[in-house]
Each structure stands twice: as structure tokens, then as C-alpha cells.
């Protein structure tokens, strides 16, 4: 059966289908100039190309990619029918690119499900003419300040989209005081901690929003997981943390590759490390739960999860061991150096800082997160790349870390040599957005990359 | 020798990373044989005006600087202001500037009074002032970069400024400076952090700290050559893309 669709987005579809073709043979991706194609020929196209599919909308500060990743391999798993943005293209356009290349003009009959990633920004636009299913927001951090200003302007951006869409039934962090008591028609699902990766009760003078969102008091915690989120409450107006319906129950092991967690009263081990990851996979859960998919399924398929490209991928160049960390802001880089500091062996270091729109144009981030961490571990060479490679020496320097150690590498060329000649074989890249991008399209040059996306 | 360094709302201003003026003056201290001890000193906490020898004063969200206002006109104003005419080094960023001078209007039409220590006021306005600035200091003849990203402008009337604006925005993209100086305190809009590229800076708080406490003592020179190429990197990029 052929589905009814009036001329301009059978057009705009068309169109933007073979600009999609072409993209990859020219380009190898360009993900998003298709979508600016269909919009300008139907702005409308979203409602056309988004019919008829749950949609998943998964935004927040950190973890939006790897969340979507988990949420879109245990779909998968479970045999259904899932399309998912996940080459990094969270804007409206790279959405709506998404979505005509999965543009079918035959009507399908199983349940098509769309695990979509999107910008803090973008999701007020997307819900201008689509309701999603599920809305999913991870968390919220201070993060290029440039870019979207406050925590507090995020979170507004956000909600602005919400509002549209009384219907979506939104899945939310309950560990994120932020994000409690919203005061919406939706409903409304939380997920949350019930035990804590640390003894922390005093929550860090340098974290976020750590004043009650109600009456400015500072927020005590019964016990924090990282940064702001944790099990917090008011004493002044009695605000607190809300009833979670999903919960991490119990954290059995953390290594640098995984964690052995019990979720639910049911033990998974998520194939990622780190609190942050944790974090990821009880949200992941959380939708799937909510979705109807088996517990069984959400076992195999985080117990199986890989690295997004760009988080915490494992490349092997010559011998050495690569992974590759994107880093984005302080919270996401605190959680990496904590990751860092479980693994016990000797390791190198290579740090490269990109100030382009994408990273942040404002550096001055670096100075709140905590490197000082990194000068009580066995590091061999340190490497310092990217575009503001000065600053980011300058940074370490001040942590403490040995400048006899620093590398200073200008350029792709000499880094991979000094990574080849490294005398320990593991190699930490932490690495900001562009140069992530940049590097791995260096290394897919050079041929230690197969693919690109 | 030792300096006593006030670091103000550490917990409440401390969104753009200027906790690392901080750890760079606690760093070149440390490498002069200085011992540094910090105080953080927050809400309802007093000011003790002849406790510390370097103030430092940082930037924060609209959100939080609103509950620092209040407290400040509350619980400090006597210590600061007293610590100011006394020309103790005070260095004041972005919020923290603001709120010295006799108001902030913020974005959303709320008026913030602030100290009135300095004859400057801040205005709400509607568009941000974003990007890296580079600004030159007649006085010291000095060249200093820093990133500001402000809604306010600043109006500093006849004090004089931190640097004349070679490339930017400055107080509030009109006038043509950047900051201001009064007495020994040392007021910008300047993220980066504000210490990281200008390492003169930080050493003219030290040494002018260490001054009023034991007296003329000239600091040994450090190995600024990362900080000064970072400068150079900042300055020599900027006023190429200047737009004309």
C-alpha cells in the first residue's frame, strides 16, 4: 500500500534522497546538507517523513550519544524495526536527514521505532511538528558557555520544547535537581541511583547547580554520584528528590573497560566504564522498559555494547593501544580522568584541546577540571595537541603533572610518531570534539581507521 | 614568606573557570619558595579586611549572582570596601566586577545593587559579547588576551581602564576599553583563564602583595614560554581575522 502525501514533500523527499546518495559518494557523509535541502523545499517535511514511528528523543548535556546507542542496539536486538541518527548529526537538519534516508513510500506494518539524538536547542524545533513517544534528558552541565550559555538557559530551551507536546511521556534523571518537580501534563518516568560510586555527601565548590531551584538554599545530599546529580533535598522549603521508578541498585565492580551493576534487582554488566556510562545504561533501561522490550534483551545487548565512535573507541596503531575519549565539558571530563585513574597499568597520555564553534571558543573550561587528579598516576609521555595546545600545556603544567614528560605536537604527523614510539603500549587520546573528528579522519588516512562513521 | 589569598563564593561564582587565577597564583607563588594558603569565604560568612593578602572575586550565572548580591551588601560591605581604599590587591572578574560598582541591571530588568565601591555601573543588554579579546595597557605597557562572553555593559566613567581594546568588545563595545584599575584593584571581563596568558599580571598581584607585607622584594623570573606563546598564538590569530 502507497501512502498519500501531497506533492511538495513527495518532492522535498525525492530531492533530498539523491542529495543524500550523492553526499556519500562525494563527501563520504555530509549528513546534515540534506536535510537543509527537504526543509527548504517543505518546512513542513517532518510531519510527512516522521508518521508513523515511535520516537525516541534522547538530549541533555552528556551521554546523549552513547544513551541513543544503547537504546538503539537493544532495539535492535530485540528484533524491531529502528532507524537512529547516531553519526553525531543532533540538529534539526541531521534529524531530518535521518529520516528521509529511511523514507519509505510503501507503508510498512510493524511498529517502526526512531532512536533520535538531539541538540538541547534543536528539540523545541522538532517538537514544533512532531510528538514523540519518549523525550529522555540525561542530565545538565555547564557546557560551552558560548554556545548555550547557562545551565539554567538549557534547561529552558528544553522545557520550551516540551511544552509542545503534553502527550510525550518523558523519562527523566531523577538524580538531577534541575529536572524534579517540572510541573508538566506529561507523564512522567524517573531514573536514578540508589547507592553511590563514592562516599560523597558534600558536593565539590567548582559543580553546578547546587542552589534550590525553588529557594535559592544550598542543596543537601544524602549521597552524590558525580557533579550535582545524587539523592538531594532542601532543608529550607523541602524539596527533594523525587520517587524513582527505575534505580541502580548496587555497583558490584567498576574496571576501565566495565561495570558489573544490578539495576532493578537484576544484575547487567554494561560494556563501558565509568559512573557516566553507568548512567547511560540505567537510562537506556529505562526507555526500553517503558518500550515493553524483555530484560533479557537489554542484558545481552549491554553486556555486547561498543564504543560510538569517538567515545572511548579502541584503535590499534602499530602495537599501541588507542582509546580515544571525546571530552566536552568539565563533568564528562572529570568522569574520564576518574576512568583514567582505574586503570592500573603505566599509560600515555595525549590531550588535544580545539577551540572551533563546536568545541567551545572559550578554553577557559579547562581550568575547572580537576587534571590535578592525573599528577598521582604512572604516566609515561604526555602528548599535547590541537589548536590551543599552549593552553592546554599551560593547564597541566599548573596541575602539577611533569613538564619534563610534555610533548608538544603541532601537528597529526608527529603525534602518531610520538604515539608510535611510546615506550608503555596504552594510549588515552582525550580529545575535544573537532579534533576527534580531525584525528580520526587522520587515522583513516593513514589506514588505522576502516571507517570513517 | 606566605600570602593569604580570599578566594569570594567560590561555590557560587565559579562558572567560566577562573578558579584557575587561583591555582596559577598559588603555582608561581610555589615556585618562589611563597607559601599560599586560601580561604573561601561564602554566604554569611564575614569579611576580615586585614586577614588576606590577594581578594579574588569570579564570575557566575545570572541565578547565582543574585543570591551573592544580596549577601554581599548584607555581610561584607564594610571589610571590601575598607580592603579596596586601603590598596589591598583585589582582581574581579566578570560578576564579580559587576557587582562592585554601584548596580547591575540584568537582562530580564531586574536592578542588582551592588557595593558602590567603584564609580562604574553595569547595564542589562540585549546581545552578548562573545569572542577573544586582545587589549593593550598604556601604563605597563603590556599586551593582555582573555575571552569575554558578557550581556552587561559596563560604564567605568573617569577610572582608568585595564587596556585599551586592539581587537573585541571590551566594557560595552562603545567606548573602546576593557576593565578597570582603582588603586590596586584590578577589575575585567576577561576569562581564560584571565592569568593563564598574562603571567605579568600575576605576578604584579604577588609581587605587589608581598610588598605591603614584608616590603620591596623582586620576584625570580619564571619560564613563561608556554604562556607567552599561547598569547602570541591568540594575539597573532585575532588581529588577522579582525573585521574591518
Known amino acids: 500500500m502507497v501512502l498519500k502525501i501531497n506533492i511538495k514533500s513527495f518532492f522535498s523527499i525525492i530531492i533530498s534522497k539523491i542529495v543524500i546518495k550523492l553526499s556519500k559518494f562525494l563527501f563520504k557523509g555530509g549528513s546534515n546538507f540534506p536535510g537543509k535541502v527537504a526543509l527548504k523545499l517543505d518546512k513542513n517535511i517532518l510531519k510527512t517523513i516522521c508518521k508513523d514511528y515511535k520516537i525516541i528523543v534522547i538530549t541533555g548535556t552528556n551521554g546523549k550519544t552513547t544513551t541513543t546507542s544503547m537504546v538503539y542496539n537493544i532495539l535492535k536486538h530485540a528484533k524491531k524495526h529502528v532507524i537512529t541518527n547516531n553519526t553525531g548529526a543532533n540538529m534539526l537538519t541531521g534529524i531530518v536527514s535521518c529520516f528521509i534516508e529511511n523514507y519509505s513510500f510503501k507503508k510498512c506494518s510493524e511498529t517502526n521505532y526512531a532512536v533520535i539524538e538531539c541538540d538541547e536547542a534543536n528539540v523545541t524545533l522538532f517538537t514544533d511538528y512532531v510528538t514523540p513517544e ?111 521508578d527505575y534505580t541502580l541498585d548496587e555497583i558490584k565492580e567498576q574496571t576501565p573497560d566495565g561495570s558489573l551493576v544490578v539495576i532493578s534487582g537484576k544484575e547487567y554488566y554494561v560494556n563501558q566504564p565509568g559512573t557516566y556510562n553507568m548512567y547511560n545504561a540505567l537510562c537506556a533501561y529505562s526507555i526500553a522498559v517503558v518500550c515493553g522490550i524483555s ?155 576502516k571507517k570513517l562513521w | 614568606m606566605e600570602l593569604n589569598i580570599c578566594h569570594l563564593y567560590p561555590d557560587l561564582l ?123 595597557n598604556e601604563r605597563f605597557k603590556e599586551t593582555y588576551v582573555g575571552f569575554e562572553n558578557h550581556s552587561g555593559r559596563t560604564y567605568i566613567g573617569d577610572l582608568e581602564p585595564l587596556g585599551k581594546v586592539i581587537v573585541g568588545y571590551g566594557n560595552n563595545g562603545e567606548d573602546g576599553y576593557e576593565g578597570c584599575i582603582y588603586k590596586n584593584c584590578f577589575c575585567t571581563y576577561f576569562h581564560g583563564s584571565l592569568l593563564s596568558k598574562n603571567p605579568e599580571l600575576a605576578d604584579r598581584f604577588i609581587s605587589t602583595a608581598i610588598s605591603k607585607k614584608y616590603g620591596d622584594i623582586k620576584l625570580d623570573p619564571l619560564d613563561d614560554t608556554l604562556e607567552l606563546n599561547a598569547k602570541k598564538f591568540i594575539i597573532e590569530r585575532e588581529t588577522k581575522n579582525k573585521p574591518n
Open chain 1, 134 to 244: 519518549i523525550i529522555t534528558v540525561t542530565n545538565l552541565f555547564r557546557d560551552q558557555l558560548d554556545r548555550y550559555g547557562e545551565v539554567y538557559t538549557t534547561l529552558k530551551k528544553i522545557l520550551k520544547g516540551i511544552k509542545k507536546v503534553p502527550l510525550s511521556n518523558l523519562i527523566l534523571n531523577g538524580d538531577e535537581s534541575l529536572l524534579g518537580d517540572l510541573n508538566l501534563p506529561n507523564r512522567t518516568i524517573y531514573y536514578g541511583f540508589n547507592c553511590s560510586p563514592t562516599n560523597k555527601k558534600r558536593v565539590d565548590a567548582n559543580a553546578d547547580a547546587k542552589f534550590c531551584k525553588k529557594c535559592k538554599n544550598p542543596y543537601k545530599y544524602n549521597f552524590l554520584t558525580y557533579n550535582h546529580l545524587g539523592d538531594y533535598y532542601c532543608e529550607k522549603c523541602g524539596y527533594k528528590r523525587p520517587e524513582l
Open chain 1, 295 to 449: 530484560t533479557s534483551y537489554i542484558y545481552d545487548s549491554l553486556k555486547k555494547q561498543k564504543s560510538s565512535f569517538g567515545r572511548q573507541e579502541a584503535i590499534n596503531i602499530e602495537g599501541k593501544e588507542i582509546k580515544i575519549i571525546l571530552v566536552k565539558n568539565p563533568a564528562g571530563y572529570d568522569q574520564a580522568i576518574n576512568t583514567l585513574s582505574l586503570d592500573s597499568r603505566t599509560f600515555n597520555l595525549a590531550v588535544l584541546l580545539n577551540d572551533n564553534y563546536a568545541d567551545g571558543r572559550d578554553v577557559s573550561w579547562i581550568w575547572d577540571v580537576n587534571f590535578e587528579k592525573l599528577s598521582s598516576l604512572d604516566i609515561d609521555k604526555i602528548m599535547i595537541s590541537g589548536i590551543r595546545l599552549y593552553d592546554m600545556a599551560i593547564r597541566l603544567k599548573v596541575a602539577g603533572l611533569p613538564q619534563d614528560n610534555f610533548i608538544i605536537c603541532k601537528h597529526y604527523e608527529n603525534l602518531i610518531d610520538e604515539i608510535k614510539n611510546c615506550k608503555s603500549n596504552t594510549v588515552y587520546v582525550l580529545a575535544t570534539y573537532t579534533a576527534m573528528i580531525t584525528f580520526r579522519k587522520f587515522l583513516n588516512f593513514k589506514g588505522y581507521i
Open chain 2, 14 to 136: 565559579n562558572v567560566y573557570g577562573d578558579l584557575g587565577n587561583i591555582l596559577i597564583l598559588k603555582y608561581r607563588a610555589q615556585q618562589r619558595g611563597i607559601g599560599i594558603n586560601i580561604f573561601n569565604i561564602s554566604l554569611g560568612d564575614p569579611f576580615d579586611s586585614s586577614k588576606y593578602d590577594i581578594t579574588f572575586f569570579g564570575g557566575g550565572q545570572d541565578y547565582e549572582q543574585s543570591i551573592v548580591s544580596e549577601d554581599l551588601v548584607k555581610n561584607k560591605k564594610e571589610g571590601i570596601v575598607s580592603y579596596i581604599e586601603e590598596g589591598n590587591v583585589l582582581l574581579s572578574i566578570c560578576g564579580g566586577y559587576q557587582l562592585l560598582g554601584k548596580y547591575y541591571s540584568t537582562p530580564d530588568g531586574q536592578k542588582l545593587p551592588g557595593l558602590d565601591v567603584l564609580n562604574i555601573y553595569t547595564e542589562g543588554g540585549s546581545n552578548r559579547f562573545i569572542g577573544n579579546t586582545v587589549i593593550y
